[in-house]
Nanobody
Framework: QVHLAESGGGSVQPGGSLRLSCEAS????????MGWVRQVPGKEREGVAI???????NYADTVKGRFTISKGATKNTLSLQMNSLKPEDTAMYYC???????????????????????WGQGTQVTVSS
């Protein structure tokens, strides 16, 4: 059993910043690929960012240049630094993980949202003036 716990969500004004964190626990030996996925009520989940097994990082076009995904000191921690936030970034953000992933190619938000075997409970991010 893998448990993913997110933290760091909240409310911020447009242009502000937030940092999300995720810690994996339990049977983490097979976690090699981690990412962030977000969902707005009534819409499909969409991938935001991913770190592949070989360290390759990729982002959705909508967040490229504003968001930064990174691993922590151990392979079981993951962060998402979100800068220059926009109202359209408002969503529930999920940490997600799976076994190895390589060479996934161009980032397609819907395809990348379906890659994962393990999910956190989510943390709400609200961007509003």
């Amino acid at each position: 059993q893998v448990h993913l716990a997110e933290s760091g969500g909240g409310s911020v004004q447009p242009g502000g910043s937030l940092r999300l964190s995720c810690e994996a626990s339990g049977y983490t030996q097979n976690i090699y690929c981690m990412g962030w996925v977000r969902q707005v009520p009534g819409k499909e989940r969409e991938g935001v960012a991913i770190i592949e097994t070989d360290g390759h990082i990729n982002y959705a076009d909508t967040v490229k240049g504003r968001f930064t995904i990174s691993k922590g000191a151990t392979k079981n921690t993951l962060s998402l630094q979100m800068n220059s936030l926009k109202p359209e970034d408002t969503a529930m953000y999920y940490c997600a993980a799976r076994g190895p992933c390589y060479g996934l190619g161009a980032f397609e938000p819907l395809r990348f949202s379906a890659l994962y075997a393990h999910w956190g409970q989510g943390t709400q991010v609200t961007v509003s003036s």
